[in-house]
């Protein structure tokens, strides 16, 4: 038996793409065949999933994608109180996959039929026992041995012949080939015939129009072109407060994030958690860089150590946010590469509540007075509720902002992750974060415009969010 491996994914591929394996069997056209794809833990033998497939109509290969098991797989990390780097274990997930086949236990005999004892043996290595139900196939229908045609017993059976109930006196021509097999369609199983070992699903969706460019040695963190696990903009503009945790591939031991600001200052941070993928500080408010009054802008990228102050990734570029704040929200978000960047809302916000309660009318009970009068007290309850809910949500408003940022924001709208930080205070010396809260939020705006500079010069937007706990109400 043989097969061909048609073709697989990358070796680190996102997960929310398709994931093929596609494989090819010389036994494709048996009876009963079946691929098999079992998928293991990478590097263990803990098998998470086992696929048992068809060959495909037109040219018989067996395909599976892999994706939607490995969503299931993979999540996101985030520690907002993270100043430096930690590791992404969640981000990511090692997966073997092994190609295996089965089909229909089929015995070619093409030695001719022996007497045994006055029944029928025939001569070929197999796996029967005595008292197995056999069909036998003959290359010419059964027309010269009609009786061996059919279901048969087994009734003596060794590794390398089996003989059948058929008396050896009806067969005519002993030299005719045959076929035999299991009458219950029994199947032969072979598995791990061929292995895509060591591959990564990361959590990742890349648009339609990209996906089919992908290249994963692009995140080879190597030269000034690697890229960071990141849609962010290589240019962003940030206020003080403004946090971002931005991933990186398989950083090496001695590998570092450099920051330069635009007063020469340097800065560096040593990644020490070696994960397959890493997860860096990088925000205007969470770098450890002091931001002071003279800063405009500062630079980030990765440097793998092998040379001091080599470019090993993209630079990017923060331009410090000092535009007038009338209120001090951010909403960081999970994006479509698995990092966590964040958008600034300055301008004025509103908060409302939205208050839900179940009302129902139970019967006044009253009681009788010294008069024999029934009656009742005016404080009682007809009316009654129950089930109070208080939910909150906010009304954001964003500076202007550059038409890269206005493309970015469209995965801060279609993110399943968010979260709020409120600044309550920032040390007017050194810039940095003093006071502020981290919550979970939805996001209820449900359309939004995508903005183009050459038709509309200034860009802001407006978003709606809940809070995604709700307030307890005592009764």
């Known amino acids: 038996m043989s097969q061909t491996s048609i073709a697989s994914p990358q070796q680190f591929s996102p997960a929310y793409n398709p994931l093929k394996f596609i494989v090819d069997s010389t036994n494709k056209n048996k009876a009963g065949f079946r691929y098999i794809f079992d998928i293991y833990e990478g590097g263990t033998t803990n098998k998470i999933a086992e696929y048992k497939v068809l060959p495909r109509i037109i040219d018989g290969y067996g395909e599976q994608d892999m994706s939607k098991l490995l969503q299931a797989k993979v999540s996101w990390d985030l520690d907002t109180s993270s100043t430096t780097s930690i590791g992404a274990p969640n ?55 009609p009786q061996l045609e059919g279901l048969h017993t087994v009734i003596d059976a060794t590794g390398s012949a089996f003989t059948v109930n058929v008396a050896w006196s009806t067969i005519t021509t002993a030299t005719i080939d045959g076929v035999v097999r299991y009458a219950d369609n029994r199947k032969v199983i072979f598995r791990d015939i061929t292995e895509f070992d060591a591959n990564i699903a990361y959590n990742g969706a890349f648009r339609w129009m990209d996906w089919s460019t992908y290249d994963e040695t692009d995140f080879t963190l190597n030269q000034p072109s690697a890229l960071w696990l990141t849609n962010q903009p290589t240019t962003f503009y940030m206020t003080p407060g403004q946090d971002a945790w931005l991933n990186l591939r398989k950083p090496q031991a001695t590998s570092t994030v450099r920051f330069e600001t635009s007063l020469g200052g340097t800065f560096s941070k040593t990644i020490t958690a070696l994960n397959e993928i890493a997860q860096v500080a990088v925000g205007a408010g969470n770098n450890g860089v002091f931001l002071t009054d003279g800063i405009d802008w500062y630079d980030f990228w990765f440097d793998n150590g092998s040379t001091l102050s080599q470019q090993d990734s993209v630079k990017y570029r923060v331009y410090i946010d000092r535009r007038t704040l009338m209120e001090q929200y951010h909403i960081v978000f999970l994006d479509r590469l698995g990092s966590y960047s964040s958008f600034a809302f300055q301008l004025k916000s509103y908060e409302r509540g939205d208050v839900t309660r179940e009302v129902f009318n139970r019967k006044v009970e009253g009681f009788v007075n010294g008069s024999d009068h029934w009656t009742y007290n005016t404080e009682d309850f007809g009316f009654n509720q129950l089930n109070v809910n208080a939910v909150k949500s906010l009304d954001l408003n964003s500076d202007w902002m550059t038409q890269d940022m206005a493309t970015y924001f469209e995965e801060l709208m279609t993110s399943p992750q968010t979260f709020i930080k409120k600044v309550s205070y920032i040390c007017s010396d050194t810039l940095q974060v003093v006071e502020s809260t981290y919550q979970p939020v939805i996001l209820n705006t449900n359309s939004y415009e995508v903005f183009k500079q050459r038709n509309k010069n200034l860009i802001r937007q407006n978003i709606n969010v809940r809070f995604a706990n709700q307030d307890n109400i005592n009764g």
Do not use: C, M, P, W
Request: no cysteine; net charge negative; proline share 0%.
């Open 91 to 145: 981000s990511s997930y090692e997966y073997d996959v092994k190609v295996g086949e089965e089909y229909v236990a089929e015995f070619t005999y093409t030695s001719s039929l022996t007497d045994s004892s006055g029944n029928v043996r025939i001569n070929v290595t197999n796996t029967f026992q005595i008292g197995d139900q056999v069909i036998i196939t003959q290359a010419d229908g059964g027309v010269a041995n």
